[in-house]
């Protein structure tokens, strides 16, 4: 099998070269290695929620390392990541990135983690990085956060949300081509591609973060209108997959609804009579 790269665009957008990963603790680790935990009290994982997940990898590559412990020589078992070990088998990789530590260190790890989080020079990727680092190897709550790095629950609640952005968004907030601010508003989309789509826009067009919590809040009360709680129904993945690609051809959040008799509709909103215009032309062309 051709050895393929654990990092994709994912983590390797966040970390530019090796002597970085270096420096943050991160080290590429062969899958044939690691041996899963056996005190792990998980036993059953869903299989279509990996399924995305191998897919997501396959895609963007693993953002988030996993966490292990050295058991013998060349041999390693996992502390925190199981789920996304199992992903990155069914991805096909042979290797991923993983923090490396001793079994017994947590008193070392915490203090290094909560030093890191005080530094000033620190984006808030790296921060909500280090803060889910010591949920998943130190069991913490976001209470025992607070309490330890002098942080608002809430405030420690929006850092690892941050984590569930697609990695280009990660790496525009790391870059300093968007605020957290605008990471904040896009959150509150589901869809990623709308996500990387406003996104883009952001960054073309400088839009301030009062204006991108705007555009959230439209494209969130016209999803509600056109989706009634009491006749809404999920979308098959292909049908999501046509979602995507309509947004990316019109430049627009396109919405799609389905009754429970599998009719359904499309909506496409629009900005100005401009914008409307732009639209119909792009329609016309795919004829």
Not at 82 to 101: K, N
Not at 148 to 166: C, D, F, Q
Not at 218 to 235: H, I, M, T, V
Not at 259 to 276: Q, R
């Amino acid at each position: 099998m051709v050895k393929r790269n654990a990092l994709g665009r994912g983590l390797g957008a966040l970390i530019d070269d090796a002597e970085k990963m270096k420096q943050a603790g991160i080290s590429d680790v062969d899958l044939s290695k690691i041996d899963v935990n056996p005190f792990q009290p998980r036993s059953k994982f869903d299989e279509e929620a990996l399924n995305e997940l191998a897919g997501s990898i396959r895609e963007i590559g693993l953002i988030q390392p996993i966490t292990l412990r050295k058991v013998g020589d060349e041999k390693y078992q996992i502390i925190a990541g199981e789920r996304r070990f199992r992903a990155a088998q069914l991805a096909g990789l042979d290797s991923l990135p993983a923090y490396i530590r001793k079994a017994k260190d947590d008193g070392m790890l915490e203090m290094a983690l909560v030093e890191n989080i005080q530094r000033e020079d620190l984006d808030a990727i790296e921060i909500a990085l280090s803060y889910q680092r010591l949920m998943d190897e130190l069991e913490f709550t976001q209470e025992d956060l607070s309490s330890r790095v002098g942080k608002k629950r809430s405030t420690i609640a929006n850092y690892l949300r941050l984590l569930r952005l697609p990695a280009i968004i990660q790496k525009g907030l790391r870059n300093k081509e968007i605020s957290m601010g605008h990471a904040r508003a896009l959150i509150n989309i589901e869809d990623a591609d709308t996500q990387e789509m406003i996104y883009n826009e952001i960054v073309k067009h400088g839009f301030s973060v009062r204006r991108v919590e705007e555009i959230v809040r439209n494209l969130n009360e016209e999803s509600d209108e056109n989706q009634p709680k009491a006749k809404r129904k999920a979308l098959p993945k292909e049908y999501k997959s046509y979602k995507g690609e309509l947004g990316k051809l019109l430049g627009s959040r396109v919405g799609i609804s389905m009754n429970d008799k599998g009719k359904g509709k499309i909506v496409i909103p629009f900005k100005s009579g401009d914008d409307l215009e732009r639209i119909v032309k792009i329609i016309e062309n795919q004829k």
